[in-house]
Protein backbone atom coordinates (compact mmCIF):
# COMPACT_ATOMS: atom_id res chain seq x y z
CA UNK A 1 0.00 0.00 0.00
CA UNK A 2 1.07 3.42 -0.64
CA UNK A 3 1.88 5.55 2.28
CA UNK A 4 3.56 8.49 3.90
CA UNK A 5 5.25 8.71 7.23
CA UNK A 6 6.35 11.79 8.91
CA UNK A 7 8.00 10.32 11.81
CA UNK A 8 8.14 13.00 14.36
CA UNK A 9 5.38 14.53 15.95
CA UNK A 10 7.21 17.20 16.99
CA UNK A 11 10.20 19.62 16.49
CA UNK A 12 11.59 21.83 18.52
CA UNK A 13 14.82 23.99 17.53
CA UNK A 14 16.23 27.07 18.43
CA UNK A 15 15.71 29.97 16.68
CA UNK A 16 19.05 30.53 14.32
CA UNK A 17 20.13 26.79 14.45
CA UNK A 18 19.47 24.81 10.73
CA UNK A 19 16.21 22.86 11.04
CA UNK A 20 15.30 19.19 9.73
CA UNK A 21 11.73 17.67 9.07
CA UNK A 22 11.81 14.34 7.92
CA UNK A 23 9.46 12.53 5.79
CA UNK A 24 9.41 8.87 4.11
CA UNK A 25 7.29 7.33 1.55
CA UNK A 26 6.01 4.36 -0.06
CA UNK A 27 4.66 4.80 -3.33
CA UNK A 28 5.21 2.94 -6.47
CA UNK A 29 7.06 4.74 -9.52
CA UNK A 30 8.82 7.88 -9.49
CA UNK A 31 6.38 9.81 -7.33
CA UNK A 32 5.17 13.82 -7.30
CA UNK A 33 6.33 15.03 -3.84
CA UNK A 34 5.32 18.34 -2.25
CA UNK A 35 5.47 19.93 1.45
CA UNK A 36 2.38 22.32 3.13
CA UNK A 37 2.75 24.48 5.63
CA UNK A 38 -0.08 25.44 7.74
CA UNK A 39 -0.72 28.29 9.99
CA UNK A 40 -2.64 28.44 12.94
CA UNK A 41 -6.02 28.97 12.21
CA UNK A 42 -5.42 29.01 8.25
CA UNK A 43 -5.43 26.44 5.73
CA UNK A 44 -2.32 25.13 4.10
CA UNK A 45 0.61 27.19 1.82
CA UNK A 46 2.14 25.15 -1.05
CA UNK A 47 5.94 25.22 -0.07
CA UNK A 48 7.68 23.25 -2.84
CA UNK A 49 7.40 20.46 -4.45
CA UNK A 50 9.83 18.03 -6.36
CA UNK A 51 8.94 16.37 -9.67
CA UNK A 52 12.02 15.75 -11.16
CA UNK A 53 15.74 16.70 -11.95
CA UNK A 54 17.98 18.39 -9.71
CA UNK A 55 17.33 16.82 -5.98
CA UNK A 56 17.52 19.50 -3.54
CA UNK A 57 13.97 21.56 -4.53
CA UNK A 58 14.03 25.26 -3.10
CA UNK A 59 10.91 26.69 -2.36
CA UNK A 60 8.92 29.88 -0.04
CA UNK A 61 10.25 31.31 2.96
CA UNK A 62 14.01 30.12 2.46
CA UNK A 63 13.07 26.30 3.08
CA UNK A 64 14.46 23.38 0.75
CA UNK A 65 13.93 19.79 0.38
CA UNK A 66 16.17 17.08 -0.37
CA UNK A 67 14.90 13.82 -2.52
CA UNK A 68 16.94 10.88 -1.72
CA UNK A 69 15.54 8.01 -3.96
CA UNK A 70 17.34 4.96 -2.35
CA UNK A 71 16.08 6.00 1.16
CA UNK A 72 12.83 7.27 0.09
CA UNK A 73 12.90 10.16 1.49
CA UNK A 74 12.28 14.12 1.00
CA UNK A 75 13.34 15.91 3.74
CA UNK A 76 12.51 19.73 4.63
CA UNK A 77 15.06 21.67 5.69
CA UNK A 78 16.33 25.58 6.10
CA UNK A 79 19.33 26.78 7.27
CA UNK A 80 18.34 29.03 9.85
CA UNK A 81 15.09 28.98 11.43
CA UNK A 82 12.99 32.06 12.42
CA UNK A 83 10.53 31.91 15.23
CA UNK A 84 7.76 32.66 12.66
CA UNK A 85 8.43 29.17 10.90
CA UNK A 86 6.60 27.83 13.80
CA UNK A 87 3.24 25.39 12.39
CA UNK A 88 2.53 22.39 11.55
CA UNK A 89 4.32 20.78 8.48
CA UNK A 90 2.82 17.95 5.65
CA UNK A 91 4.57 15.90 3.52
CA UNK A 92 2.44 14.83 0.45
CA UNK A 93 2.80 12.24 -2.21
CA UNK A 94 1.36 11.63 -5.64
CA UNK A 95 2.33 8.55 -7.76
CA UNK A 96 2.48 9.58 -11.45
CA UNK A 97 0.48 7.49 -12.79
CA UNK A 98 -2.86 7.09 -11.26
CA UNK A 99 -4.95 4.14 -10.72
CA UNK A 100 -8.31 3.81 -11.18
CA UNK A 101 -8.10 7.53 -11.97
CA UNK A 102 -7.60 8.38 -8.55
CA UNK A 103 -5.07 11.46 -8.57
CA UNK A 104 -5.17 11.66 -5.21
CA UNK A 105 -2.32 13.17 -3.10
CA UNK A 106 -1.48 10.76 0.48
CA UNK A 107 -0.65 13.08 2.73
CA UNK A 108 1.46 12.88 5.82
CA UNK A 109 -0.15 13.18 9.68
CA UNK A 110 1.73 16.45 9.71
CA UNK A 111 4.90 17.67 11.99
CA UNK A 112 4.46 20.48 14.42
CA UNK A 113 7.40 22.39 14.09
CA UNK A 114 8.10 24.85 17.16
CA UNK A 115 11.21 27.08 17.10
CA UNK A 116 12.32 28.75 20.31
CA UNK A 117 13.78 32.11 20.56
CA UNK B 1 -3.43 35.72 -6.11
CA UNK B 2 -5.21 32.41 -5.93
CA UNK B 3 -8.55 32.48 -3.75
CA UNK B 4 -10.32 29.75 -2.02
CA UNK B 5 -13.12 30.85 0.40
CA UNK B 6 -14.94 29.01 2.83
CA UNK B 7 -18.59 30.02 3.48
CA UNK B 8 -17.51 29.93 7.32
CA UNK B 9 -14.92 29.85 9.73
CA UNK B 10 -16.90 28.19 12.76
CA UNK B 11 -20.01 26.81 12.79
CA UNK B 12 -22.23 24.80 15.15
CA UNK B 13 -25.02 22.13 14.83
CA UNK B 14 -26.73 19.64 16.12
CA UNK B 15 -26.90 16.42 15.82
CA UNK B 16 -29.39 15.21 12.96
CA UNK B 17 -29.53 18.49 11.23
CA UNK B 18 -28.45 18.28 7.55
CA UNK B 19 -25.34 20.73 7.04
CA UNK B 20 -24.47 22.67 4.04
CA UNK B 21 -20.63 23.90 3.99
CA UNK B 22 -19.26 25.60 0.73
CA UNK B 23 -16.19 26.72 -0.80
CA UNK B 24 -15.76 28.58 -3.87
CA UNK B 25 -12.69 29.30 -5.96
CA UNK B 26 -11.78 32.07 -8.18
CA UNK B 27 -9.33 30.25 -10.67
CA UNK B 28 -10.81 28.50 -12.79
CA UNK B 29 -9.60 25.51 -11.42
CA UNK B 30 -11.03 21.92 -13.18
CA UNK B 31 -10.17 19.83 -9.78
CA UNK B 32 -12.07 20.35 -6.25
CA UNK B 33 -11.08 18.63 -2.99
CA UNK B 34 -12.89 18.15 0.51
CA UNK B 35 -11.05 17.00 3.57
CA UNK B 36 -11.28 17.11 7.44
CA UNK B 37 -8.08 17.62 9.13
CA UNK B 38 -7.96 15.64 12.81
CA UNK B 39 -5.27 15.70 15.12
CA UNK B 40 -2.86 12.78 14.37
CA UNK B 41 -4.67 11.88 10.72
CA UNK B 42 -3.63 14.05 9.29
CA UNK B 43 -5.83 15.19 5.86
CA UNK B 44 -8.61 12.31 5.12
CA UNK B 45 -9.83 12.58 1.75
CA UNK B 46 -13.79 12.82 1.87
CA UNK B 47 -14.93 13.36 -2.05
CA UNK B 48 -13.13 15.29 -4.80
CA UNK B 49 -14.39 16.26 -8.24
CA UNK B 50 -12.41 16.78 -11.57
CA UNK B 51 -14.96 18.75 -13.61
CA UNK B 52 -18.79 19.98 -13.29
CA UNK B 53 -21.21 17.46 -12.12
CA UNK B 54 -18.11 15.04 -11.57
CA UNK B 55 -17.48 13.69 -8.33
CA UNK B 56 -15.56 10.86 -6.72
CA UNK B 57 -14.91 9.17 -3.35
CA UNK B 58 -12.16 9.69 -1.28
CA UNK B 59 -11.37 7.76 1.70
CA UNK B 60 -13.93 8.62 4.11
CA UNK B 61 -17.35 9.19 1.63
CA UNK B 62 -19.79 7.98 4.60
CA UNK B 63 -22.21 10.29 6.01
CA UNK B 64 -21.18 12.90 3.18
CA UNK B 65 -22.10 13.76 0.10
CA UNK B 66 -21.02 16.95 -2.46
CA UNK B 67 -22.74 18.89 -5.12
CA UNK B 68 -20.75 20.95 -8.37
CA UNK B 69 -23.05 22.56 -10.29
CA UNK B 70 -21.02 25.38 -11.12
CA UNK B 71 -17.06 25.11 -11.87
CA UNK B 72 -16.34 27.38 -9.00
CA UNK B 73 -18.42 26.29 -6.06
CA UNK B 74 -18.19 22.69 -4.42
CA UNK B 75 -20.08 21.94 -1.96
CA UNK B 76 -19.98 19.03 0.75
CA UNK B 77 -23.11 18.05 2.30
CA UNK B 78 -23.51 16.21 5.58
CA UNK B 79 -26.68 14.60 5.48
CA UNK B 80 -27.57 13.77 9.15
CA UNK B 81 -24.86 15.57 11.49
CA UNK B 82 -23.26 13.48 14.15
CA UNK B 83 -20.83 14.11 16.74
CA UNK B 84 -18.12 11.88 14.93
CA UNK B 85 -18.24 14.71 12.10
CA UNK B 86 -16.89 17.75 14.74
CA UNK B 87 -13.94 18.19 12.91
CA UNK B 88 -11.81 20.66 10.84
CA UNK B 89 -12.77 20.62 6.84
CA UNK B 90 -10.44 22.00 4.49
CA UNK B 91 -11.38 22.74 0.56
CA UNK B 92 -8.97 22.58 -2.21
CA UNK B 93 -8.61 23.22 -5.53
CA UNK B 94 -6.20 22.24 -8.54
CA UNK B 95 -5.58 22.81 -11.88
CA UNK B 96 -7.00 19.58 -13.97
CA UNK B 97 -6.53 15.85 -13.19
CA UNK B 98 -4.32 14.97 -15.90
CA UNK B 99 -1.60 17.11 -14.71
CA UNK B 100 -0.51 15.44 -11.59
CA UNK B 101 2.40 17.59 -10.76
CA UNK B 102 0.04 20.95 -9.88
CA UNK B 103 -0.41 21.80 -5.70
CA UNK B 104 -3.33 22.27 -4.11
CA UNK B 105 -4.89 25.64 -2.94
CA UNK B 106 -6.57 26.04 0.04
CA UNK B 107 -9.31 27.70 1.87
CA UNK B 108 -8.77 28.51 5.46
CA UNK B 109 -11.33 26.02 6.51
CA UNK B 110 -14.24 25.38 8.71
CA UNK B 111 -14.49 24.50 11.94
CA UNK B 112 -17.37 22.76 12.36
CA UNK B 113 -19.05 21.24 15.94
CA UNK B 114 -21.63 18.99 16.05
CA UNK B 115 -23.70 19.27 19.30
Given amino acids: AQSVAQPEDQVNVAEGNPLTVKCTYSVSGNPYLFWYVQYPNRGLQFLLKYITGDNLVKGSYGFEAEFNKSQTSFHLKKPSALVSDSALYFCAVRAPIPMDSNYQLIWGAGTKLIIKP | ?115
Avoid at chain 2, 25 to 46: A, V
Avoid at chain 2, 82 to 108: E, R
Wanted: charged share 25%.
Fill in chain 2, 1 to 115: DVKVTQSSRYLVKRTGEKVFLECVQDMDHENMFWYRQDPGLGLRLIYFSYDVKMKEKGDIPEGYSVSREKKERFSLILESASTNQTSMYLCASSLWVGVSNQPQHFGDGTRLSIL
